[in-house]
């Protein structure tokens, strides 16, 4: 993280923090952790089109582990994502 840009903002309804990477550091953020001491991280995925994916893989499996490995790859695709909704593709 590059600390000197790295941003809080606190009302009284919700808090955002605003991270920056680093110099050197590219490709997108898969995950992220929080809580009130190292002890007790809390683990958040980022919505990408793979986080999205291996999500899907692991609620779907059962209903999909019986077909072929082609068949049982769905199209996933990550259409809009606000503050309020999700929204996703599956074929």
Same mark, same amino acid.
């Given at each position: 993280?590059? =600390? /000197?840009?790295?941003?809080? =903002?606190? *009302?009284?309804?919700?808090?955002?923090?605003? $991270?920056?990477?680093? /110099? #050197?550091?590219?490709?997108?953020?898969?995950?992220?952790? %929080?809580?009130?001491?190292? *002890?007790?991280?809390? @683990? &958040? $995925?980022?919505? =990408?089109?793979?986080?999205?994916?291996? %999500? $899907? #893989?692991?609620?779907?499996?059962? *209903? %999909?582990?019986?077909?072929?490995?082609? @068949? =049982?790859? /769905?199209? +996933? @695709?990550?259409?809009?994502?606000? @503050?309020? &909704? +999700?929204? +996703? &593709?599956?074929?």
């Amino acid at each position: 993280l590059a =600390s /000197p840009e790295t941003s809080v =903002s606190v *009302s009284a309804h919700n808090a955002a923090v605003g $991270l920056t990477k680093a /110099p #050197g550091c590219t490709g997108p953020w898969e995950k992220f952790c %929080f809580g009130l001491d190292a *002890s007790a991280l809390q @683990e &958040r $995925l980022f919505v =990408s089109e793979e986080n999205v994916d291996g %999500f $899907l #893989g692991t609620v779907l499996c059962p *209903s %999909f582990c019986s077909q072929s490995p082609l @068949e =049982s790859q /769905p199209l +996933i @695709e990550v259409l809009d994502v606000t @503050e309020d &909704r +999700i929204q +996703i &593709r599956l074929k």
